[in-house]
């Protein structure tokens, strides 16, 4: 009996442990709205971000606001980003496909360069 205590309370303190651990590096994300999968390849590497999009137009990473968007008639959108210097400039993007959502296009920095971007509905 007392050996199952023993890897009872041995496994709990590992299970609190590591959810210490991996919580340590991560920030708290309360927004509400829909995440999105945005993926740009400046240079010919991808680049990936989480993004998520709310019901009031605009734009979040990791909880911090970094833009807002629109919608352009039955097919496009446009965002704009203010914050993330990688991230900084406006986006106008095609729907691509219905399920999931899918849309492409290019974000068109402040410096005039362009890069090819691809967004994902995640969750709704």
């Keep these: 009996m007392n050996y199952f205590r023993g890897l ?16 340590q590096n991560t920030k708290i ?4 709205g ?3 999968k945005l993926t740009l390849s400046p240079s010919g590497e991808l ?3 989480n993004l998520r999009a709310t019901k009031n137009k605009k734009i979040f990473i990791e909880g911090e606001e970094i833009g807002s968007w629109k919608i352009i008639g039955n097919d496009k959108v446009t965002i704009e980003f203010t914050k993330r210097p ?3 400039g406006t986006m106008e993007l095609n729907k691509t496909r219905n399920k999931p959502p ?5 974000l068109k920095r402040s410096d005039g360069t ?11």
């Design 8 to 23: 009872v309370l041995l496994g709990m303190f590992c299970f609190i442990c590591s959810s210490f651990v991996n919580g």
């Design 29 to 32: 994300d309360n927004v509400v």
């Design 34 to 36: 829909a995440i999105w």
């Design 47 to 49: 680049k990936v971000f």
């Design 86 to 88: 990688l991230l900084k």
């Design 102 to 106: 899918t849309y492409a296009g290019k």
């Design 114 to 124: 362009e890069v090819p971007v691809k967004m994902v509905m995640i969750e709704d």
